[in-house]
């Protein structure tokens, strides 16, 4: 028997140097993934370092077996597949420093519409040149042609290797923050993707009543509980500003290390106006959005089946006209169709304002700059001053992950602060997000000012300034974030009335994007549907966060954290995860408050 496992060992041990080097990026990719995890401890970094290490290994070793025995021999074939097979494992990485999310599904649905432009950087050229460079000279110098028989030895060796990796892994007996990350880390960016693909979730249900499993499960987390909270004070002209990628982290009020006149606009908001500082429960544009206007965590669940909940659909019913406003193209992966299930009547974006003279030469790269977006939304509401409104704008000049290059001629005054601090300055001058945001905080004050002066900002109106979602990457960045602090990659949420909000926010940590819809609702005196899972933040009642990811559910309130895997056979996890697949309806209930 040894001789045996000798003899075949010994096919792997010809090219151990080789597979080893290859395996680099992997491993690379593994170690940035705890660092963005927080996952990085003594376990995850041997342990499961040496798993990851061996699953890369196997992997190459597969992929030139298995091209060899179908008769490839150059080493330019090789680092082709190699180059393709390591610009999957940058995507992921990508995603972990922007979004600490690994590249999955639902970003492959955003690839086409994508921009492309900073592929042509030089600096990207030859990050591209050397991943093709780096297994080309790799394979042609160290490589061991064998024979193709060989090569098939060494596809059933390595594949037996992976499933006894995969089931008898010393992680898998093992339980702890990291090594759940260790081990959602551990497969290949494409083993990945496939096994998010072939994982069954649960169907869409839409429920009356709650079964008895699930009404335990819910209770557990003080869900669903019948509410008839409404603010004291009530507004029906609703202006909801989702800042594009906002987080704490650009705001003096929160990091010291912001110049003072890249924040101000935003510190004495906060500073004046009521404010809340909100868990993020979900990444991207869309899937942020849906779980802002449903209330549920479920972002999917939500745009696949034409929202059951939305703040939109039920001011809609209540009278309220329905505005979409973007700088982005509005058709972008048919948003204009999916915002329009949500409840918005008018939807208008890059496309639509290409048609005005006014502000078609202000579009460019993701689209129509935010100043020019703020000065059409004000002319919009003072045209429709006498209705009752509500209207979603959502910002693109803080697009990631640069912010805008080209502000096409738009003007912003000079970083005055701190005088005597030179890279400070220089970091404020270039495409960065810093400028982004420091920008932003200009035309932000230009906004406010224009509302004011059309005479907008009356009685009735209140503007909301929260975000889509945050930003996680501290690139380019002049060390601004570092001394990180988790506050910093928290959602702001400004509440800017004229007519003061009576009640106080809840001091409850975990007030997350899912409580924006019923906090709208009430401010404009409606009881929110009892389906959604967020409660106005100005009710005060323990909350838990929701966020589901390609694979997993994170659970977060005021009694840990908890990792619910899709796949789960437990049977308090399968009761969450249908928990979070479902929608409470309450029709009957929902029709007697329509009608009151």
């Known amino acids: 028997m040894t001789s045996f496992i000798k003899k075949y060992l010994s096919l ?19 170690f940035v993934g705890l660092y963005q995890l927080d996952a990085m401890t003594w376990t995850a970094c041997t342990l ?95 490589w061991h042609k064998p024979g193709r028989h060989a090569s098939a030895k060494k596809i059933a060796l390595s594949a037996v290797l992976l499933v006894v990796l995969a089931l008898f892994t010393p992680l898998n007996f093992m339980k702890g923050y990291d090594v759940f990350f260790s081990q959602h880390l551990m497969d290949t960016t494409v083993a990945g993707i496939i096994k998010e693909l072939l994982t069954q979730k649960p169907q869409y249900k839409q429920m009356d009543i709650l079964p008895e499993d699930l009404q335990k499960e819910a209770d557990k987390y003080n869900l669903f509980k019948p509410t008839n909270f409404t603010n004291k004070n009530t507004y029906d002209r609703i202006i909801l500003l989702t800042t594009e990628a906002f987080s704490n982290k650009f705001i003096k009020t929160f990091n010291p290390k912001i110049p003072s006149d890249a924040s101000d606009t935003f510190d004495l908001l906060i500073k004046d106006y009521p404010f809340a500082s909100l868990k993020s429960v979900t990444l991207s544009t869309l899937y942020g959005l849906s779980v802002i206007f449903s209330g549920h965590p479920n972002a999917e669940l939500s745009f696949n089946n034409d929202y059951p909940l939305s703040v939109a659909k039920i001011l809609k019913e209540q009278g309220f006209r329905t505005v979409f406003l973007r700088g982005a193209n509005e058709e972008y992966m048919d948003e204009h169709i999916i915002l329009k299930s949500a409840g918005f009547d008018e939807i208008y974006g890059a496309k ?25 939304a004000v002319k919009y509401l003072k045209e429709h001053k006498d209705e009752k409104l509500f209207m979603n704008i959502l910002t693109v000049d803080t697009h990631v992950p640069t912010g805008r290059n080209d502000y096409l001629g738009q003007e912003y005054p000079p970083l005055t602060t701190p005088q005597d601090n030179e890279d400070l300055q220089d970091l404020y001058k270039r495409p960065n997000m810093p400028r982004a945001f420091g920008n932003y905080n200009y035309d932000l004050s230009l906004f406010i000012v224009a509302l004011e002066d059309a005479g907008i900002f009356d009685d009735r109106t209140l503007l909301i300034i929260t975000a889509d979602h945050p930003f996680f990457a501290n690139l380019d960045t002049g060390g601004l974030f570092k001394d990180y602090h988790p ?29 924006i819809a019923p906090t709208i609702l009430a401010l404009a005196g409606i009881p929110a549907p009892q389906g959604m899972f967020g409660r106005s933040i100005f009710e005060d009642t323990p909350r ?53």
Do not use: C
């Open 12 to 30: 792997l041990k010809q090219d151990f140097f080789l597979y080893a080097l290859l395996s680099l990026p992997g491993l690379i990719f593994y």
């Open 48 to 142: 499961g370092g040496l798993n990851k290490f061996a699953v890369e290994f196997l992997t190459i070793s597969v992929i030139v077996s298995l091209f060899h025995v179908m008769g490839f021999t150059r080493a330019a074939f090789f680092a082709l597949i190699l180059f393709l097979y390591y610009v999957t494992i940058s995507a992921d990485i990508v995603l972990l420093v922007y979004f600490k999310e690994r590249f999955g599904v639902k970003y492959l649905m955003t690839l086409g519409g994508a921009q492309y432009q900073f592929m042509l950087d030089i600096r990207m050229l030859l990050y591209l040149a050397f991943l093709y460079l780096f297994p080309f000279f790799a394979i042609k110098n160290m």
């Open 352 to 376: 639509y304002f290409e048609t005005i003279p006014e502000y078609a030469p202000y579009i460019a790269w993701w689209g129509l700059t935010d100043r020019q977006l703020f000065d059409y």
């Open 487 to 515: 506050v910093f990659d928290e959602v702001p949420m400004i509440f800017i009335s004229q007519k003061p909000i009576l009640e106080n926010i809840s001091p409850d940590p975990f007030k997350s994007q899912q409580d």
């Open 544 to 596: 838990t966060v929701f966020n589901i990811k390609d694979n997993y559910i994170a659970v977060k309130n005021a009694s840990g954290t908890r990792f619910v895997p899709l796949n789960s056979g437990n049977k308090e996890d399968k009761a969450l995860i249908h928990l979070l697949y479902g929608v409470l309806t309450q029709e009957k209930e929902t029709e007697m408050k329509k009608d009151s």
